[in-house]
């Protein structure tokens, strides 16, 4: 599921909706768990947000950004949260 077309489009689009928003990670979690992010949740999106837009090869920093919100929208996506409760 989570290398799904579905997936990749879907958590494209969100990341694209997100990216502007002052708190990206809580509009993340608002859209696909319909609830705020714990503080721990907040925390470990940020880093992983910090390290995934390290890690992309883009010298573009708004597309850095929205392919690492893609990247954390497709966990969300495919997290057991979404899948058995939604």
């Given at each position: 599921?989570?290398?799904?077309?579905?997936?990749?489009?879907?958590?494209?689009?969100?990341?694209?909706?997100?990216?502007?928003?002052?708190?990206?990670?809580?509009?993340?979690?608002?859209?696909?768990?319909?609830?705020?992010?714990?503080r721990?949740?907040?925390?470990?999106?940020?880093?992983?947000?910090?390290?995934?837009?390290?890690?992309?090869n883009?010298p573009?920093?708004?597309?850095?950004?929205?392919?690492?919100?893609?990247?954390?929208?497709?966990?969300?996506?495919?997290?057991?949260?979404?899948?058995y409760v939604?």
């Open positions: 599921m989570m290398n799904s077309e579905l997936v990749e489009q879907a958590s494209r689009k969100i990341a694209e909706r997100i990216a502007s928003q002052e708190s990206p990670v809580e509009a993340a979690y608002r859209l696909v768990h319909l609830r705020p992010p714990t721990r949740e907040t925390k470990r999106s940020n880093e992983f947000l910090a390290r995934y837009e390290d890690a992309v883009e573009d920093s708004g597309e850095r950004l929205t392919r690492a919100l893609q990247a954390l929208c497709r966990v969300l996506l495919s997290s057991n949260e979404f899948i939604m």
